[in-house]
């Protein structure tokens, strides 16, 4: 599923760039996302990755170049609006907030849409109390959707690895995402769990979600993206469906010329 | 919050701390003049032990000046009762807004700073704090010895002048912050202070605005103990800067730490251990901080979470 040629893109990098001290991390990158589309972010180690997500997320901001999205220009702002404005991410190494149950951590993702003011929270006002409720209710949908409910009073961090992965998708997924952002979602999943990842990754683009992904993971790259873009030494090398991808001679020589890590599946 | 978990021993235990007040009504009927202000010393303490734990065991601030906030209320009270005659309800209010306006004022540019720096900075705040009081600035702190001669509260034109009366305007202050506290652990507030006290970077890239997240926190924190601050001025009939010197603020700091942190329990047991206990063995008065010293290395060493942590569910 291509998008349409032309169309206007969801999410847009036009020459971003950034440096760290005398280290150009990231150099001249240009791809966008289109609407509904599931984009692949790959290279090797150190490629940069992850750079590129903190810089469309706003927790850096690039020394260069011009991040859209939208239609708006979002380069620089900082997270909390970038999240404002549809873009939510999950991270490379889980992040939920410790000690704190699956319920209150996936409660997070609704943030931005809750309404009751500080004082509203201090005094426990019926409309406070209401909307409470309201926010349980639905984080409890989602929970169900994604398979636990059951576990929503357990503490979140002490759960196994693929749930908690499970858990910081869903605090995203309630957020109700324009674009969501996932870092290596395979990371540390059995083939059984990434298997089921790429259903779960396939049935939040049909919900409506865009998708931008970064993964290391070759089933689940070359299986669920639409397009990819392979970026080493923080430039751009090649970009195009995933079957043009694993015969493009750049990626392999990326791949293979490095110290026989992962070769491209 | 949703269904299950709601037990016969959940209501039980839910009932404690209610009982427990109630309790506390009896204390000026059964108890004699020195216990009833002891309690009503503790009622106080225990507000500002709260209002500390909002900022440092729920949104994770080091925050180690929390009496300025304490004083700015028991001055505001005591200089305008004192000096211009305000009836202490109406000075009431205005020191709570006071103490968190300053508490907002003085946090908006440190709330950025990592929990170390942060923590220096707020001692600055302290010292720099009590050297004003001293001074006597703009001739309204009286200086070293403070002020005396601040009045009861009046309501409806009757005198709450005896230490029974008293104690019951600080029981009932306590209940009020207790139940805000209670409020804030089911809101919006409440649930954003620990996300960024567990991990700011995903709190913000969900929406929060940390920086103004943060300074709410002082500010309410700052609030809770400016209220505290009055009573305390009125308890005492006098104000003094010794009574919120850098010492002060790190015994709140260490009662949360002790108690046990965002545990309205444990705060509340860290505050008793620290000003209940000490008079239970009078002859022993004076090693007070020497016990609490002792208690706070022993339970950092073997029970870092605090003697009686926060539950998981609620």
């Known amino acids: ?173 309630v957020a109700d995402p324009k674009l969501l952002i996932l870092d290596e979602p395979a990371a540390g999943l059995n083939d059984k769990e990434s298997s089921a990842l790429n259903e779960t990754i396939r049935s939040i683009r049909d919900s409506g979600i865009t998708i931008l992904l970064v993964e290391h993971d070759m089933n689940v790259v070359m299986n669920v993206t639409d397009s990819i873009v392979v970026i080493n030494f923080g430039k751009k090398i090649a970009e195009g469906g995933p079957a043009e991808i694993q015969s493009d001679p750049a990626v392999i020589e990326a791949y293979l010329g490095q110290d026989d890590e992962e070769a491209i599946a | 919050m949703v269904a299950s978990r709601r037990t016969p021993w959940v209501a039980l235990r839910r009932a404690v701390g209610p009982l427990l007040w109630l309790l506390g009504l009896l204390v000026p009927i059964l108890l004699n003049g020195s216990w009833i202000s002891i309690m009503a010393i503790f009622a106080i303490y225990a507000m500002v032990a709260l209002s500390q734990d909002i900022v440092l065991g729920r949104a994770g601030m080091y925050d180690m000046g929390h009496a300025v906030y304490f004083g700015v209320g028991a001055y505001v009270t005591a200089i305008l009762n004192t000096q211009f005659g305000w009836p202490i309800f109406v000075t009431w209010p205005v020191a709570i807004v006071a103490a968190a306006l300053i508490g907002a004022l003085l946090s908006a540019p440190i709330v950025k700073l990592r929990g170390d720096y942060l923590l220096v900075a707020t001692i600055g705040f302290n010292i720099i704090f009590v050297l ?53 652990e089911r809101s919006r507030i409440g649930r954003v202070f620990r996300y960024l006290k567990e991990d700011e970077l995903a709190a913000t890239t969900l929406g929060v605005n940390a920086r103004n997240y943060k300074i709410l926190a002082f ?50 047991l860290g505050t008793a251990l620290m000003f209940v206990v000490p008079q239970v063995f009078r002859g022993l008065a004076q090693y007070r901080y020497f016990a609490f010293g002792i208690a706070m290395i022993v339970v950092m060493v073997l029970r870092p979470q605090g003697i009686w942590p926060r539950g998981r569910a609620r």
């Open chain 1, 1 to 173: 599923m291509t998008p349409p040629a032309g169309g206007t893109p969801l999410l847009a990098l036009d020459g971003v760039g950034i440096s760290f001290g005398g280290l150009r991390a990231v150099d001249d990158l240009t791809f966008s996302v289109a609407p509904g589309e599931i984009k692949g972010l790959i290279g090797p180690n150190g490629a940069g990755k992850t750079t590129v997500f903190n810089m469309i997320t706003g927790v850096y901001e690039p020394t260069d170049g011009r991040i859209h999205f939208a239609g708006e220009d979002i380069t620089g702002r900082p997270p909390h609006r970038v999240a404002g404005s549809g873009i939510l991410r999950t991270f490379q190494t889980i992040r939920l907030f410790a000690g704190m149950t699956v319920l209150e951590n996936v409660l997070a993702g609704q943030h931005l849409r809750t309404r009751q003011t500080w004082w509203q929270s201090l005094l426990a006002t019926p409309a406070q109390r209401r909307e409470e409720a309201e926010l349980v209710d639905r984080t409890m949908t989602t929970l169900e959707r994604l398979d636990l409910a059951t576990v929503a009073h357990e503490t979140a961090t002490s759960l196994p690895y693929g749930m908690q992965r499970r858990v910081e998708l869903a605090r995203t997924l």
């Open chain 2, 132 to 184: 004003a009081l001293g001074n006597n600035v703009a001739n309204l702190t009286g200086g070293p010895d403070g002020i005396f001669g601040v009045g009861v509260p009046h309501l409806f034109g009757w005198a709450l002048s005896s230490q029974g009366t008293l104690f019951y305007l600080d029981w009932l202050a306590l209940a009020a912050v207790l139940l805000l506290m209670r409020n804030l």
């Open chain 2, 219 to 268: 500010a309410i924190g700052a609030g809770i103990a400016g209220a505290a601050g009055t009573l305390f001025a009125v308890q005492l009939a006098s104000v003094s800067p010794g009574s919120f010197v850098f010492t002060e603020s790190v015994t709140l700091f260490a009662i949360v730490l002790v108690g046990g942190q965002a545990s309205i329990p444990g705060v509340l």
